[in-house]
């Protein structure tokens, strides 16, 4: 009779240990991703299980090897610059490691006209978790997790699923990429494999978000997501780029970043500021984390409405784009013209648990759904939709280009836009 009480206990502690966190996470390891492409150049990047070369050939549409590049051995982030490409010109490239074909995908330069169409995808907040990770360092669930055996989100697989159906020029993310920490233990759940589709053929950019900032202060987003290098702060937490007629300034504006409020001296408050009255591209877009006003939890944001919104405002920014609150929300007119309010557009709704919103007269939509949202300019037309789900249609919005006193206003501000905003309207 002892004996088999023993017995059983023995393998009832025997069972309770397979789900005890006794191991390390499972090494982070991910599919070939495209990042930072321009009119030349494009990082095909990798992350590898074990330390390893890789090489990448690029091939034109015919086939024809365009170009080999090679990175060092023995490592495991793998960031292959690949150069000497045409603008608006689409490729093939292919991933070899060890001799064999590891990965494929396509990628497509940026465009050198204003005339070519541009189409990219926005969202926020994606990074809602299975409950398995969280014990992935259990015997039980280590080497299925590992060999990716697990499911993940279905709000954000779903969403990654209707991104890469899409085949947007490029992705934005608006921040809070993974949750809680921002730790590499959940990128790969939370965020490559759901998106390796859409990531294997077109660049992702993103904001932090605060979620992005609570264990290393961003370095392991940043490690991940090879951004282009802002020059006013010589790293990767305010950059802009341009595809196109579009230009996007990406902003880190959360008070850790720069150790204060939104204002003068805080690095994001200085590098738009710096940016605003040179960038040229007739559709300019900043986007950051933090909403300027919601419905939501974040409610208006002070420092942001007082700082940032004349400025953006002044400077006839076409739209302002934020995560945070989990939710899609839009504040600001449409109608042709500007000078009147900025578009603002909260787009948190990429996975995470929802947030409810509340009436407020200011705000032209209030969805509180899972969406993602898609972005069209086309002339001087900019076409915004928020699609849920399913497939269904949140919103659409048409955004113009200044037109008449707002655009004598931009031409004194900043001519070489205004120049490129006639020679739009002139078709």
Avoid at 64 to 83: F, I, M, Y
Avoid at 105 to 134: E, H, I, K, M, Y
Avoid at 166 to 183: C, S
Avoid at 406 to 423: F, H, K, M, S
């Amino acid at each position: 009779m002892i004996a088999r009480l023993v017995r059983r206990l023995l393998w009832v502690v025997g069972f309770g240990c397979l789900w005890l966190p006794l191991l390390d996470d499972p090494p982070l390891a991910t599919d070939a991703y495209v990042q930072d492409v321009t009119q030349d150049a494009a990082t095909v990047a990798m992350i590898t299980a074990q330390p390893a070369q890789i090489r990448c050939v690029v091939h034109d549409r015919d086939g024809k090897v365009v170009t080999e590049v090679s990175g060092p051995p023995e490592r495991r982030r793998h960031a292959l610059r690949v150069t000497g490409l045409h603008s608006g010109t689409d490729y093939r490239y292919v991933v070899t490691r060890d001799g064999g074909k590891v990965a494929e995908g396509r990628l497509r330069t940026a465009p050198a006209t204003d005339q070519a169409p541009v189409q990219f995808a926005f969202l926020g907040d994606s990074g809602g978790l299975p409950w398995w990770v969280w014990m992935q360092k259990s015997p039980a669930l280590h080497l299925p997790a590992r060999w990716d055996w697990l499911g993940t989100s279905h709000a954000v697989t779903r969403i990654g699923e209707r991104i890469a159906a899409a085949k947007p020029d490029f992705v934005l993310h608006l921040g809070d990429i993974v949750y809680p920490w921002g730790r590499n233990a959940q990128y790969s759940a939370g965020f490559f494999r759901p998106f390796a589709a859409a990531m294997r053929n077109a660049p992702f950019y993103a904001v932090l978000g605060n979620h992005d900032l609570m264990d290393t202060g961003g370095l392991q987003a940043l490690a991940n997501l090879h951004l282009p290098r802002g020059e006013l702060t010589g790293d990767e937490r305010c950059y802009s780029f341009a595809w196109g007629a579009v230009r996007i300034i990406a902003l880190d504006c959360d008070p850790d970043h720069g150790g204060g409020r939104y204002e003068p001296g805080h690095p994001a408050f200085d590098y738009l500021q710096a940016q605003l009255p040179v960038c040229s591209e007739p559709w300019v877009i900043v986007a950051s984390h933090f909403p300027i006003r919601s419905a939501s939890r974040a409610r208006n944001n002070a420092d942001l409405m007082k700082s940032m919104l004349p400025v953006l405002k002044q400077y006839q920014v076409s739209v302002y784009l934020s995560g945070h609150d989990h939710c899609y929300q839009r504040f600001g007119p449409s109608a042709e013209g500007g000078g009147g309010e900025v578009p603002l557009i909260v787009s948190g709704g990429g996975g995470k648990s929802l947030y409810e919103v509340r009436p407020d007269k200011a705000a032209a939509v209030l969805q509180s759904q899972y969406h993602w949202c898609s972005a069209a300019a086309q002339g001087d037309v900019l076409t915004v939709r928020s699609h849920g789900l399913d497939g269904d249609l949140l919103d659409t919005v048409e955004l113009r280009l200044p037109a008449g006193e707002a655009l004598e206003e931009l031409r004194r501000l900043n001519p070489a836009r205004a120049t490129r905003v006639d020679g739009l309207r002139v078709r």
